[in-house]
C-alpha cells in the first residue's frame, strides 16, 4: 500500500536557524514525491517535487528536499527560517500515471519563533 | 487567472439536507480531484475524475457523488449529509500526465467549510 509519514505534528524553529520537516514514504515503483505549504484559510500551494535526477532538490522560498532512496525519505529543509515561513506542510506521493493521484501526509505545523 | 474556485467556502446543513459544492478550473486541466481535510489526518481523496464525463472514486468516497458535465467544472454533491461530514473540502486540477505542459504537480483552490450539525 502506498502511503506518506509525517512523524512529527510541530516543529518549533528560531528565526534564522536552519529548519527541517520530515517526510518517509512507501511505494511500490519509482516514488514522485511533492511538498506542499499551506497558509491559514487557504488551499495548499505547491513547493516542490522529486521526480527523477538530483536527489537534492530545490523550490519556492528557498525551501529544498533530499530524496534518500534508502531510507525512504524525502525531508523538507531550508537553511534559514524566516517568520513567514510559519505554516501547514503537507508531503505527498503520486501513485499511478491513470488518475494521477495522490496520497499525502497528516500534516507538520511550522511554527517561526522570532 | 482566477485558477481553481470552489462556491460556496461556507455552509451550515442540518443533518439529512443535501448540498452541491462546486468547482471551477480555468487552466483546461484535463484531471480533478475532491478532497476532505480533517485534523490529524490530511487530505484524504474523495473522487476524481479524468476527463468530461468520467469519475472515479478516491480513498473516501462513501456518502457523496460527483459529476462533470463539463471539462472546467467538477461538483460534489452530498445526498443527505450527516455530522462525520463536517471537514474542509478542496479542490484540485491537474494536467493529464504525459501532456508536454504536465509538471505533476496539483493546483488547489481555498477550500470550503462545510458544517453539519
Known amino acids: 500500500a502506498q502511503s506518506v509519514a509525517q512523524p512529527e505534528d510541530q516543529v518549533n524553529v528560531a528565526e534564522g536557524n536552519p529548519l527541517t520537516v520530515k517526510c518517509t514514504y512507501s511505494?511500490?515503483?519509482?516514488?514522485?514525491l511533492f511538498w506542499y505549504v499551506q497558509y491559514p484559510n487557504r488551499g495548499l500551494q505547491f513547493l516542490l517535487k522529486?521526480?527523477?535526477?538530483?536527489?537534492l532538490v530545490k523550490g519556492s522560498y528557498g525551501f529544498e528536499a533530499e530524496f534518500n532512496k534508502s531510507q525512504t525519505s524525502f525531508h523538507l529543509k531550508k537553511p534559514s527560517a524566516l517568520v513567514s515561513d510559519s505554516a501547514l506542510y503537507f508531503c505527498a506521493v503520486r501513485v499511478g500515471n491513470t488518475g494521477n493521484q495522490f496520497y499525502f501526509g497528516t500534516g507538520t505545523s511550522l511554527t517561526v519563533i522570532p | 487567472n482566477a485558477g481553481v474556485t470552489q462556491t460556496p467556502k461556507f455552509r451550515v446543513l442540518k443533518t439529512g439536507q443535501s448540498m452541491t459544492l462546486l468547482c471551477a478550473q480555468d487552466m483546461n486541466h484535463e484531471y480533478m480531484y475532491w478532497y476532505r481535510q480533517d485534523p490529524g489526518m490530511g487530505l484524504r481523496l474523495i473522487h476524481y475524475s479524468v476527463g468530461e464525463g468520467t469519475t472515479a472514486k478516491g480513498e473516501v468516497p462513501d456518502g457523496y457523488n460527483v459529476s462533470r458535465l463539463k471539462k472546467q467544472n467538477f461538483l460534489l454533491g452530498l445526498e443527505s449529509a450527516a455530522p462525520s461530514q463536517t471537514s474542509v473540502y478542496f479542490c484540485a486540477s491537474s494536467y493529464e500526465p504525459g501532456r508536454r505542459k504536465y509538471t505533476g504537480e496539483l493546483f488547489f483552490g481555498e477550500g470550503s467549510r462545510l458544517t453539519v450539525l
Open positions: 522529486y521526480i527523477t535526477g538530483d536527489n
Open positions: 511505494v511500490s515503483g519509482n516514488p514522485y
